[in-house]
């Protein structure tokens, strides 16, 4: 009784935080729902407990900092994104980049392909292999929550 009374403490958290049930955020156009399935059917082949993705957790990766091995500096997402998902960023040689997050700038996450293309580009450019299907649904719905 009493574990099921913490499940239930736990989903109305999750409810609360924000946090959607269903694969991705209510707000996501069709196609960038069926991308937020495939990356949590993914992701629960690895992980079968998984059951929906974690704004938190997309916070706490956007912001992890990891040291490059050849270019031997500090990088993140928001060395160009900067930490804040609601402030446009910059890239390396200065270029404005619109803001992140969905309620600042109503075009992102969209569009599946522009976001697998970019996710492909910035992963290796900080993590020096592709994110997982785990990591881009955090990040996503990191994004969608603020
Ligand atoms: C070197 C600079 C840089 C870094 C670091 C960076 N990005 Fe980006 N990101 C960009 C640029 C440039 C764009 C495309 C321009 C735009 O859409 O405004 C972009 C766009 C994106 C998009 C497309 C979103 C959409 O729907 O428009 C995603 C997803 C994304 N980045 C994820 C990430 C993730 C995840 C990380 C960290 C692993 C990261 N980025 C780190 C520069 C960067």
């Known amino acids: ?13 999750l409810f609360i ?3 959607a049930l269903a694969a991705g955020p209510a707000d996501l156009n069709a196609g960038m ?9 993914e992701a629960q082949k690895k992980e ?7 704004a ?14 050849t270019a031997k500096e500090e990088r993140s997402c928001s060395t160009c994104h900067t930490s804040n998902p609601l402030n446009p960023g910059k890239t ?14 109503k075009d992102r996450f969209t569009d ?9 580009r910035n992963c ?5 292999r592709e994110c997982t299907p785990e990591e881009k649904g955090d990040f996503i719905t990191y994004m969608m929550s603020n």
């Open 1 to 13: 009784m009493q574990k099921k009374g913490l499940m239930l403490g736990g989903l109305a958290a």
């Open 92 to 105: 390396p040689v200065g270029k404005t980049i619109e803001p992140m997050a969905h309620s600042a700038n």
């Open 124 to 128: 290796a450019w900080v993590l020096e």
């Open 48 to 54: 079968p407990s998984l059951k929906a993705f974690s």
């Open 56 to 69: 938190e957790e997309g916070k706490k990766f956007f912001n992890a900092k990891r040291m490059h091995s």
């Open 17 to 19: 935080a924000g946090g």
């Open 33 to 41: 729902r069926s991308l937020m399935d495939r990356y949590l059917s």
């Open 112 to 120: 599946p392909q522009k976001v697998e293309k970019w996710f492909k």
